[in-house]
């Protein structure tokens, strides 16, 4: 039990875990998941383990149960009444024992990442004939459907074509988690998997960045609010090296014809009143300007791609680290989706994305640490969800 009624469920095993036993339960002592808005989430599990017993003679009789052997499935589920919360559907990829000399002082930690890790192991020389960057990844994706329960969610990307065998074969040259992130980056697409929904299920996505999609606003984090606190720690920062600009030219591969390319406001909805790049806005009087040098592209492509980097500019302008008391908010804090910041002031109080959150994890006790970001300073709103 962590308090405020929340409870931790473990699941291990081979393609389809089950809940751990007893003993395991008992033995545990901390726990620590990272989720980021880009790229693997992360997880470690720390055990208590000792020899108490004619089970453990040879060896400590947890380290020697099968469900905690490399390379097997770990589900972490909180319940939050009257909800259960998935938090991490992954693989163990590290073992490490810490034997102390003082009783009860040895510890067992198991590592590992979510289930795309899977993706990363195999190098490949493989060729796509006449697949456009969709099919490719939807055929690469369902690969680990059977194992892994990856079901993908896989956008069109805007001017995508499929290549002629006359024309270009597109030529896969590495892991399938290294090709697929490739083929976002060409479209300035992301690519990540989420546990769910349900149990031995996990959703692969590949397309746009969700940041601006996303208008559902979690309870506000609050700071100087006296019985309304929540957080136990806060850190702002503004930025104002990260609005950048971006000309150059491109010459059309299609029709060889040279153009200029000259991107100076973000297209992008902001969550804050004055942002740096914001369409219609004044731009702060020193902008970071980037020269564009990316060859064989279309016109289409070369503006959306040159588009991409100037709204992913502003996306970190303002920043805020901390720390929040789960049991004080009352719920989890969810990456990809937006949050209100309230006790800051009018500089940095309002909406902001959720880049990451590491939960930290004990008997009694659970905290949020968090990363979010915005594109300036300034609320938009007027009010906040609590």
Do not use: C
């Not at 004619?54 to 909180?78: A, E, G, T």
């Not at 590949?206 to 940041?211: E, I, L, Q, T, V």
């Not at 006296?226 to 720690?233: A, W």
């Not at 004990?362 to 990363?371: A, E, L, N, V």
């Amino acid at each position: 039990m962590m308090g405020g009624g929340i409870t931790l469920n473990l699941r291990f095993g081979e393609s389809r875990p089950e809940p751990a036993p007893q003993f395991v339960m008992e033995a545990f002592q901390s726990l620590e998941v990272t989720h980021t808005d880009a790229g693997r989430s992360g997880f470690q599990l720390i055990f208590q383990v000792g020899r108490s017993g004619s089970l453990d003679l040879k060896d400590y009789q947890l380290i020697k149960n099968p469900l905690l052997k490399v390379f097997n499935r770990v589900i972490i589920q909180m319940m939050m009444p009257p909800t259960a919360r998935l938090l991490m559907d992954g693989i163990i990829t590290n073992q490490q024992l810490s034997p102390s000399f003082m009783p009860g002082q040895s510890t067992f930690t198991i590592t590992g990442e979510d289930v795309s890790v899977m993706m990363d192991l195999e190098e490949k020389s493989v060729e796509h004939t006449a697949q456009n960057p969709q099919t490719i990844v939807e055929r690469i994706v369902n690969d680990y459907r059977s194992p892994y329960g990856l079901v993908p969610e896989v956008q069109a990307p805007p001017n995508q074509e499929t290549p002629h065998r006359n024309d270009r074969i597109p030529v896969q040259q590495g892991t399938d988690l290294d090709y697929v992130n490739l083929l976002a980056q060409r479209y300035a697409y992301v690519f990540y998997v989420t546990p769910g929904p349900g149990l031995n299920k996990n959703t692969a996505y590949w397309g746009p960045p969700k940041r601006r999609q996303t208008r559902e606003i979690q309870r506000a984090l609050s700071i100087n609010m006296g019985y309304f606190t929540n957080l136990n720690s806060i850190r702002l920062q503004n930025n104002a090296l990260s609005a950048t600009k971006v000309a150059g030219r491109n010459q059309d591969r299609q029709t060889n014809r040279i153009g200029s390319v000259n991107i100076e406001q973000s297209q992008r909805p902001s969550l804050a009143a004055r942002s740096p790049l914001a369409q219609g806005a004044r731009s702060q009087p020193h902008t970071r300007l980037m020269q564009f040098r990316e060859s064989g592209r279309t016109t289409a492509q070369t503006d959306a791609r040159a588009q991409a980097v100037v709204d992913r500019s502003t996306d970190d302008v303002v920043t805020m680290t901390g720390e929040v008391d789960t049991d004080r908010y009352g719920d989890l804090l969810e990456i990809r989706k937006l949050v209100g910041l309230r006790g800051a002031g009018l500089t940095y109080d309002g909406l902001y994305y959720v880049k990451s959150v590491t939960h930290r994890i004990q008997r009694g006790d659970y905290r949020q640490s968090f990363t979010i970001t915005r594109e300036g300073i300034e609320s938009t709103v007027q009010s906040l969800p609590v």
